[in-house]
């Protein structure tokens, strides 16, 4: 299963391939990961960058761990679940990204982060939902969950989920809701459009608040707890 993600791409890559409208609240982030506030394309905005929260506000986190039911919408799951079958109805977007990290298992304790990008180093589209609640003071609060599949050749041998990413042609019919859910779900298969490279990355990824240009450096194999391993 990914555990976060990249968008270190300019604004003016991300304008350029997304075509949208870039502002000055867009920030590269190295480690987007859950809670952050993170921008997306919906049906609602196409032609620029709405900005929600993974997963949930943070300030309804409180220091406790969020359920990966908020995170992550598994593909075979979406048409069967009331919730997310409302969602994949009318609420889809795109999440926009240029790489994902996971972490590879080496024992039943130990574990090595590794970056996965696209061979050429261009930003993706990930196939994502979004929902809208109001919090205790009545304001809005936007969020969104990210859609796995199951991994392709590039990923699998590290981990056995990879996300929902869009081959470019299919993102503007991916938020076009005249599209059913029935239609869109055969969007969502193990990504093949173009090759991903991958390496092996520090394990600060573990610390959410750890955003930095290191995350896209290769690094030795190393598992969660800093030690170097022969296993990577």
């Not at 470019?168 to 239609?183: A, C, P, V």
């Amino acid at each position: 299963m990914p555990s976060s993600y990249s968008i270190a791409s300019s604004a003016k890559v991300i304008e350029e391939y997304f075509n949208v409208e870039v502002t000055g609240q867009y920030k590269e982030k190295y480690n987007a990961s859950p809670t952050k506030l993170l921008p997306v394309i919906t049906a609602e905005n196409p032609d620029g960058l709405s900005f929600f929260y993974w997963g949930i506000n943070p300030a309804f986190v409180k220091n406790h761990s969020i359920s990966e039911k908020l995170i992550f919408a598994p593909v075979d799951q979406i048409l069967n679940k009331a919730s997310l079958r409302k969602n994949l109805k009318t609420q889809r977007c795109v999440i926009i990204a240029d790489g994902f990290y996971a972490w590879k298992s080496i024992s039943k304790k130990e574990k090595i982060p590794y970056r996965f990008h696209l061979a050429d180093k261009s930003p993706f589209g990930i196939a994502g939902l979004w929902d809208e609640f109001e919090d205790e003071n009545g304001e809005s609060v936007h969020t969104f969950m990210m859609i796995t599949t199951k991994a392709n050749p590039d990923v699998e041998d590290i981990t056995d989920r990879m996300p929902a990413i869009l081959d470019s042609d299919l993102m503007i019919d991916w938020l076009n809701e005249s599209n059913t859910e029935e239609s869109v779900i055969n969007f969502i298969t193990p990504y093949r459009e173009k090759p991903l490279d991958r390496f092996s990355i520090t394990p600060k990824i573990s610390n959410p608040d750890f955003d930095s240009p290191e995350l896209l450096k290769k690094a030795p194999p190393a598992n969660q707890f800093g030690s170097f391993t022969l296993f990577g």
